[in-house]
């Protein structure tokens, strides 16, 4: 079983950054594809960002490329998400998930991809 809790989001300004974390207990983290996820209210799960668990691949979604940052650290078994420029459709709720696999290249970008997930963060950006 695998253990993911989000942290870092809140309420800022068009414009502003945030950083999100994501830290993962119970299983070896260096084995997790990561990804990150977020939900608008009325609106479906939607791809943000993704990460190969050797941190050497990611994929980011059309709407935050050049804007949003995926990272990990295996060591601290944490991936982050760096939010530059936020804009007021930024506004989600964001979850991290992660799946085990043997490929250290691996990029997964649906959701139905993705065995853990954590409770998410509210990012809330303010025009």
């Known amino acids: 079983q695998v253990q993911l809790v989000e942290s870092g989001g809140g309420l800022v300004q068009a414009g502003d950054s945030l950083r999100l974390s994501c830290a993962v207990s119970g299983r070896t983290f260096i084995s997790q594809a990561m990804g990150w996820f977020r939900q608008a209210p009325g609106k479906e799960r939607e791809f943000v960002a993704a990460i190969s668990w050797s941190g050497g691949n990611t994929y980011y979604a059309d709407s935050v490329k050049g804007r949003f940052t995926v990272s990990r650290d295996n060591a601290k078994n944490t991936v982050t998400l760096q939010m530059n420029s936020l804009k007021p459709d930024d506004t989600a709720v964001y979850f991290c998930?992660?799946?085990?696999?043997?490929?250290?290249?691996?990029?997964?970008?649906?959701?139905?991809?993705?065995?853990?997930w954590g409770q998410g963060t509210q990012v809330t950006v303010s025009s």
């Open positions: 998930a992660a799946n085990p696999t043997q490929n250290s290249m691996l990029i997964l970008v649906n959701t139905r991809q993705y065995i853990y």
